[in-house]
T-cell receptor, first 110, second 111 residues
Framework: GIQVEQSPPDLILQEGANSTLRCNFS?????LQWFHQNPWGQLINLFY???GTKQNGRLSATTVATERYSLLYISSSQTTDSGVYFC????????????FGTGTRLQVTL | DGGITQSPKYLFRKEGQNVTLSCEQN?????MYWYRQDPGQGLRLIYY???????QKGDIAEGYSVSREKKESFPLTVTSAQKNPTAFYLC??????????FGPGTRLTVL
């Protein structure tokens, strides 16, 4: 099946700093989603981005499908950004089934 | 409010017991999913259903069973055959497009 690798596994930032999270995947995809898992375990949808670039406030994401990677940018980080960020993908032809990476754990400190 | 609800939030089970986790959605979504998350890991797919009265196994279906008798509901039963059931269980749903949305999860602990 498709493989998903996220980097870095852990990231500690001071409030106000910027960061880039990376997601590499091993095959063509027709679904790529970025999630933020908060301390209570809730998965919050950040982006649905199988290709192209999107922005939502301080967050933006870019997926280069031909090169099989996606980037999540967090600017001017805040303590509320802390948590685990997951990338999940689904193959062309198996659009129902998400495969998750192991996540990037982000801690934003004052 | 539209959304996905899961109950209970916390569940404790004795070894050898079957337990059923509830997942309900009022989003009129056709497809529903169950995922399992172990500490420090990503989610793994247990079962999914794209229409009522039909469901398919995911990557880790052994020891679990599901039903889809109503569009709004997709309960998951963790049977005594599941060797290591302690985990965080998340339900998701999807409409016609590909984007999935998740419920708040159920934490299951086997005593």
């Amino acid at each position: 099946g498709i493989q998903v690798e996220q980097s870095p596994p852990d990231l500690i930032l001071q409030e106000g700093a910027n960061s880039t999270l990376r997601c590499n995947f091993s095959d063509s995809v027709n679904n790529l989603q970025w999630f933020h898992q908060n301390p209570w375990g809730q998965l919050i949808n950040l982006f649905y981005i199988p290709s192209g670039t999107k922005q939502n406030g301080r967050l933006s994401a870019t997926t280069v499908a031909t090169e099989r990677y996606s980037l999540l940018y967090i600017s001017s980080s805040q303590t509320t950004d802390s948590g685990v960020y997951f990338c999940a993908v689904a193959n062309t032809g198996t659009a129902s089934k998400l495969t998750f990476g192991t996540g990037t754990r982000l801690q934003v400190t004052l | 409010d539209g959304g996905i609800t899961q109950s209970p939030k916390y569940l404790f089970r004795k070894e050898g017991q079957n337990v059923t986790l509830s997942c309900e959605q009022n989003l009129n979504h056709d497809a529903m999913y169950w995922y399992r998350q172990d500490p420090g890991q990503g989610l793994r797919l247990i079962y999914y259903s794209q229409i009522v009265n039909d469901f398919q196994k995911g990557d880790i279906a052994e020891g679990y069973s599901v039903s889809r008798e109503k569009k709004e509901s997709f309960p998951l039963t963790v049977t005594s055959a599941q060797k290591n059931p302690t985990a965080f269980y998340l339900c998701a749903s999807r409409y016609a497009g590909n984007e999935q949305f998740f419920g708040p999860g159920t934490r299951l602990t086997v005593l």
